[in-house]
């Protein structure tokens, strides 16, 4: 059984919502899957599971209120996690234009400097074209996790 680790940044819920269904899935596929709403830098520190970060973009392509404490914690202490995988679904609003899905660029490259291994591509959702985000995660996630178990 694979451990997955997903970090949670959630402004209105939506990202919230899609990380519980992403965990309601793989756990019913037999995964151990964990949703950190408010995560710290010991949750990534005390184990190796693989990690995905599921969070919307705020005001200017920014990190949610609730990731941002372990995001700038990440920053600063810079934990190494060599190889370790993870992959990113961020959730955004199109309109915003260049910031679009800002969040999860920070995310990546925050993780990239702990020397972290990206796997697959970022799902970047866009509010303005998709009003159920897990619609699109969940085939995602799926895909990602068999590329992280190969």
């Not at 919307?56 to 404490?69: A, D, F, I």
């Not at 914690?73 to 060599?82: F, G, K, S, T, Y």
């Not at 985000?133 to 085939?139: D, F, G, H, T």
Request: with cysteine; hydrophobic share 40%.
């Amino acid at each position: 059984m694979t451990d997955i680790q997903i970090l949670v940044g959630s402004v209105y819920g939506g990202a919230l919502m899609t990380a519980r269904a992403i965990k309601q899935a793989l756990d019913a596929d037999g995964y151990s899957v964990s949703v950190l709403e408010n995560p710290e830098l010991g949750d990534i520190t005390s184990d190796t599971a693989p990690l995905l970060v599921c969070t919307s973009t705020t005001g200017q392509g920014e990190v949610p209120g609730n990731l941002l404490p372990f995001y700038v914690a990440l920053r600063e202490q810079l934990p190494q996690q060599p190889g370790r995988p993870f992959g990113i679904i961020v959730l955004g609003d199109s309109s915003y234009g260049d910031t679009f899905c800002g969040a999860g660029e920070l995310m990546e490259e925050a993780l990239y400097e702990t020397s972290a291994h990206k796997i697959g591509e970022t799902l970047c959702i866009d509010a303005l074209e998709t009003m159920e985000p897990e619609s699109e995660a969940l085939p995602w996630v799926r895909e990602w996790i068999s590329t992280v178990l190969k």
